[in-house]
């Protein structure tokens, strides 16, 4: 792992998604979750105020062992009981069995996750019957003028956000 993807990466990463114009998005989505919650791509623990006391257990996973610090540091601060887990979206660690989550988070998380499908599919494998999926992502824009930024600036940001190594 180069400098840059173990310092500087997640450094910009919680600056980038701090923003507050994100927030009210954030506090819909995570408002909603109650019980046992799996939050993917936990990154640096954003989330981690907004829960309520209708969660009874956060469970965060990520790749990067460095956001995953910054979560513990986040959760230790709230005075959360968070369990984090290094691990890949798309191979959600085995401690979390079957039917075993209330709630799944995923918030802008699934843009950087390799196999997007894969992850959902295994999001839909550890929800209990009747639990709940909540996530926020950003898409391709209708707009024309605006699409086209999108696709010429996206191998850019790919390569800078580390999702493409």
């Keep these: 792992m180069g400098l840059y993807a173990r310092y500087?990466?997640?450094r910009l990463t919680d600056l980038?998604?701090?923003?507050?114009?994100?927030l009210p998005y954030r506090q819909r989505v995570i408002?909603?979750?109650?019980?046992?919650?799996?939050?993917?791509g936990i990154g640096?623990?954003?989330?981690?105020?907004?829960?309520?006391?209708?969660?009874?257990?956060?469970?965060?996973v990520d790749v990067s062992p460095e956001l995953?610090?910054?979560?513990?540091?986040?959760?230790?601060?709230?005075g959360l009981g968070v369990r984090l887990l290094e691990g890949?979206?798309?191979h959600i660690p085995s401690a979390i069995t079957d039917?075993?989550?209330?709630?799944?988070?995923?918030?802008?998380?699934?843009?950087?996750?390799?196999?997007?499908?894969?992850?959902?599919?295994?999001?839909?494998?550890?929800?209990?019957?009747?639990?709940?999926l909540r996530f926020v992502e950003h898409g391709r824009s209708p707009d024309a003028s605006v699409a086209w930024w999108q696709d010429h600036l996206t191998p850019l940001w790919r390569r800078c956000s580390g999702a493409v190594t």
């Design 16 to 22: 980038t998604m701090s923003r507050k114009l994100l």
């Design 8 to 10: 500087l990466l997640p």
């Design 68 to 78: 995953l610090a910054m979560a513990e540091r986040a959760a230790q601060r709230r």
């Design 99 to 132: 039917g075993s989550i209330d709630t799944v988070v995923v918030t802008w998380a699934l843009c950087s996750i390799p196999d997007a499908r894969a992850a959902l599919v295994e999001a839909h494998r550890v929800l209990r019957p009747n639990g709940s």
């Design 31 to 40: 408002g909603g979750a109650a019980g046992r919650v799996l939050e993917i």
């Design 88 to 90: 890949s979206a798309e």
């Design 44 to 60: 640096s623990g954003l989330n981690l105020p907004l829960y309520s006391d209708a969660v009874e257990e956060v469970i965060g």
